[in-house]
């Protein structure tokens, strides 16, 4: 069975940072790709950000680049998305995705790439 679980996500202000956590079982969490995704009420589901396996090549979307960093601990079976310089526009509930395989750059931003996903954290973003 597969577990994926974030936690960290809560009610910050304007300018303020959050560190996200996605805890995963050690077999799904091996050898895959992570990312992060995020959905707005009333919006589609974004991508976030992502790591790839095979060379530990980092993605960001252009919203978030240079503000949110992703990382992962191997040991602990654990992937890390820190949040900085918040804005009210990231208001969403996040989630943690991991896949399997060797994608190619350009595919790390689609939700396909990834195979397990987690429940979700909400964060809030307002003064």
């Known amino acids: 069975q597969v577990q994926v679980v974030e936690s960290g996500g809560g009610l910050v202000q304007p300018g303020g940072s959050l560190r996200l956590s996605c805890d995963a079982s050690?077999?799904?969490?091996?050898?895959?790709?992570t990312a992060w995704f995020r959905q707005a009420p009333g919006k589609e589901r974004e991508f976030v950000a992502a790591?790839?396996?095979?060379?530990?090549?980092?993605s960001y979307s252009d919203t978030v680049k240079g503000r949110f960093t992703t990382s992962r601990d191997n040991a602990r079976n654990t992937v890390y998305l820190q949040m900085n310089t918040l804005k009210p526009e990231d208001t969403a509930v996040y989630y943690c995705?991991?896949?399997?395989?060797?994608?190619?750059?350009?595919?790390?931003?689609?939700?396909?790439?990834?195979?397990?996903w987690g429940q979700g954290t909400q964060v809030t973003v307002s003064s």
């Open positions: 995705a991991l896949g399997a395989g060797s994608p190619i750059t350009s595919m790390l931003k689609y939700a396909s790439t990834y195979d397990y």
């Open positions: 050690g077999r799904t969490f091996s050898r895959h790709n």
């Open positions: 790591i790839r396996w095979s060379d530990r090549h980092t």
